[in-house]
C-alpha cells in the first residue's frame, strides 16, 4: 500500500496513508486553490501518472521539486522519488531518501503491478489504475462514461480495458488474434491484387471463364483430333518451347546450309592436281632449238610448289569447316532431341504448335484468374467467419461480465438509498457502452452513479486503489454520502478522497471525515505549499 508522501516543497513536509479510507479535507466553503486536486495528482504521480509534471501553474509558482512515495509490502518499506521536471525517470531511494538508482517509469510501473498481485493478461497496471484516480483536471470524471480514460479515448479502447480489469478478457484474446490474422490475410490479398500481382474479376467474369475454358478445351480437341499424333498431353509451357526450338532449329539449319555449300566448293578445288608439261624438256629443243631449256625448268618447279601449298590450304580450311558442320550437326540433334522429349512429332509444323500454346496460355490465365476469384472468396468467408464468432464471443462476454457489475451495483445501491433509488446499469454494444441510471435525472444521481460505478469495481476486481475528487462527491446529497462514506471506510483496499467540510453533515459523518483525514487544507496557511495562486 502507499504509505507516506513527502516533499520539501509542501507546507505539511509529510502525508501519511493509512488503508482503507483516506480524506483529504476542505473548508466548508468549499473553497478552491487550496491544493484538493492537485495532491490527488501527486497521489496519481505515485501510482506513475504523469498529469502532474504536466501543470504548467505547478511548474510556475513551486518551480522544480522532488516528490518522494513510500510504499509498504509484506512489512517491506521501499521508497521511490519522482522530480515534477523528468516524468520519465523514477529514482530507487534508501531509507535516508536519498537516490541510489535510476529506473525508468515503465520498470516502475511493472514492478507496482507486481507488488499489487495484478497481473492480468494484456492490460498495462497505469490502464487498470489511471481510470479510477478520477481528478477533475485528468478530466476523467465523466459521470456518463465511467469506464473512459480520457475524453477523445476510443469507446472500444475502454470497454476492452473494462472486460481486461473484470478478468474476463482471456477466452477473447485467442479469438481476436484468430479473427485479426484472417483480416490480415484478406487485407494482404487486396493488396496484391491492387498492385496488379493478383488478378482481381468479378463473379461475373469468373463465371464467364468456365464457359470459355470449355470452349478452348473443345478447339484442343479438335486440333488433336486433327493430327495423327495427339497434343492434348503437352501443356502450354511445352508447347512454347516446342515453338521456340523449331525458330532455333530452322536458323541453325539455315546456317548450316550456307556453311556446307562452302565446303563442297572447297571439296571440288581439293581435285584439282597439278599437270606438267612434260617430262622431259629435250623434246621441245627439236621444235626450238634457241628455247632456253633451263629457264622453263624453273618455272615448272615454282609451279610445283604452289600447286603443293595450295592444296595444304584448301585441305586446312576443309578440315575447319568439316569441324563446325560437326558442331552444327550436334546442336541440331541436341534440338531434335528436345523436342522429341516434348512432342510426338517433333516435324509438327510451327503454326500448330503456336495456335496450340496460345490456347493453353489462354487457358491456364483463366484458370489463374478464378483460383484467384475462389481464394479471395475463400479468405472472405474465413474472415466473415472469425469476425462473426469473435463478435458472437465478445458480446458473451460483456453480457456475462455486465450481468456481474449490475448486480454489484444494484447491492452497493440500495445500502446507499435502501432500495428507493434505481441502480445504475452499464449495457454494451458491439463497440461501444452506455451507463445510465433508468427513469432518473439530475446531476446528483448521475454522479452518484459513477460512485457506484467505481465502488462496484473496487469490490469484483484487483483494482488496488480508488480516488475520488470533490467535484464528484459535492454533488451528492448528505444523507447519501454518510453511507457512502461507511462504504468507502469498510474497504481493506485504501480509497483516497478530496471533500469539503459542510455544516449539515451529521455528526457521525464529520467524525468519519476527521478520523480518516491525512491532510486538512484551509485558505492562508492550510494550502497545499503554503500559498495560492490564480
Known amino acids: 500500500m502507499l504509505s507516506e508522501i513527502r516533499c520539501n516543497a509542501f507546507a505539511q513536509k509529510v502525508i501519511k496513508f493509512q488503508n482503507g479510507l483516506n480524506v483529504i479535507l476542505g473548508t466548508d466553503s468549499g473553497t478552491n486553490s487550496i491544493g484538493k486536486s492537485t495532491f490527488l495528482l501527486i497521489v496519481d504521480y505515485a501510482f506513475g501518472g504523469k498529469a502532474y509534471a504536466s501543470s504548467i501553474d505547478i511548474l510556475r509558482n513551486v518551480e522544480e521539486h522532488d516528490i518522494f512515495f513510500s510504499f509498504v509490502f509484506n512489512d517491506d518499506t521501499h521508497i521511490f522519488s519522482r522530480s515534477n521536471t523528468n516524468s520519465g525517470v523514477v529514482w530507487k531511494c534508501n531509507a535516508k531518501y536519498e537516490k541510489i538508482e535510476e529506473i525508468t517509469l515503465d520498470e516502475y510501473c511493472n514492478w507496482l503491478n507486481k507488488q499489487y498481485e495484478i497481473n492480468l493478461p494484456a492490460l498495462s497496471f497505469r490502464d487498470a489504475v489511471g481510470r479510477y484516480i478520477r481528478v477533475y483536471t485528468k478530466k476523467n470524471c465523466d459521470e456518463f462514461h465511467p469506464l473512459h480514460y480520457f475524453p477523445t479515448e476510443k469507446s472500444e479502447n ?206 491456364e490465365r483463366m484458370q489463374n484468374e478464378n483460383e484467384a476469384y475462389l481464394k479471395k472468396e475463400k479468405l472472405l468467408a474465413q474472415s466473415k467467419a472469425d469476425a462473426d464468432r469473435y463478435d458472437e464471443i465478445k458480446l458473451k462476454q460483456f453480457a456475462i461480465t455486465s450481468l456481474r457489475v449490475n448486480t454489484e451495483m444494484q447491492r452497493i445501491n440500495d445500502l446507499i438509498y435502501n432500495g428507493l433509488y434505481q441502480a445504475p446499469q452499464l449495457c454494451f454494444t458491439n463497440s461501444s457502452y452506455r451507463f445510465f441510471t433508468p427513469d432518473d435525472t439530475g446531476t446528483g444521481i448521475a454522479y452518484k452513479g459513477l460512485i457506484v460505478y467505481d465502488l462496484a469495481m473496487l469490490t469484483l476486481t484487483k483494482l488496488p486503489i480508488l480516488v475520488h475528487d470533490s467535484v464528484i462527491l459535492k454533488q451528492i446529497s448528505d444523507d447519501a454520502i454518510e453511507r457512502i462514506m461507511e462504504l468507502y471506510a469498510g474497504f481493506d483496499k485504501q480509497v483516497i478522497i478530496a471533500l469539503d467540510k459542510q455544516s449539515s453533515y451529521s455528526s457521525a459523518t464529520e467524525k468519519t471525515l476527521l478520523e480518516r483525514a491525512i491532510l486538512i487544507l484551509s485558505p492562508g496557511g492550510g494550502e497545499l505549499f503554503g500559498r495560492s495562486w490564480g
Do not use: W
Open 158 to 363: 475502454a470497454i476492452f480495458a473494462f472486460l481486461k480489469l473484470c478478468n474476463e478478457y482471456a477466452p477473447l484474446e485467442i479469438i481476436q488474434k484468430e479473427a485479426k490474422a484472417s483480416k490480415d490475410a484478406l487485407e494482404a490479398f487486396k493488396k496484391a491484387q491492387r498492385l496488379k500481382f493478383v488478378a482481381n474479376i468479378t463473379k461475373k467474369e469468373y463465371e464467364a471463364n468456365i464457359t470459355a475454358i470449355g470452349k478452348l478445351h473443345e478447339e484442343l480437341q479438335e486440333l488433336s483430333d486433327g493430327l495423327e499424333n495427339n497434343l492434348l498431353d503437352v501443356n502450354a509451357v511445352a508447347s512454347e518451347h516446342a515453338v521456340y526450338i523449331k525458330k532455333l532449329l530452322s536458323r541453325v539449319r539455315r546456317a548450316r546450309s550456307l556453311i556446307k555449300s562452302r565446303y563442297d566448293a572447297l571439296d571440288e578445288n581439293g581435285e584439282y592436281k597439278f599437270s606438267a608439261t612434260t617430262d622431259n624438256f629435250q623434246e621441245l629443243v627439236r621444235f626450238f632449238p634457241g628455247a632456253n631449256i633451263a629457264r622453263i625448268e624453273e618455272i615448272e618447279n615454282f609451279h610445283k610448289q604452289i600447286s603443293s601449298i595450295f592444296k595444304k590450304e584448301l585441305s586446312a580450311e576443309r578440315k575447319k569447316i568439316k569441324e563446325t558442320l560437326d558442331e552444327y550437326d550436334a546442336i541440331i540433334q541436341e534440338h531434335e532431341s528436345q523436342l522429341r522429349a516434348l512432342i510426338t512429332d517433333p516435324k509438327l509444323s510451327k503454326m500448330v504448335l503456336t495456335k496450340h500454346a496460345d490456347i493453353l496460355k489462354q487457358i
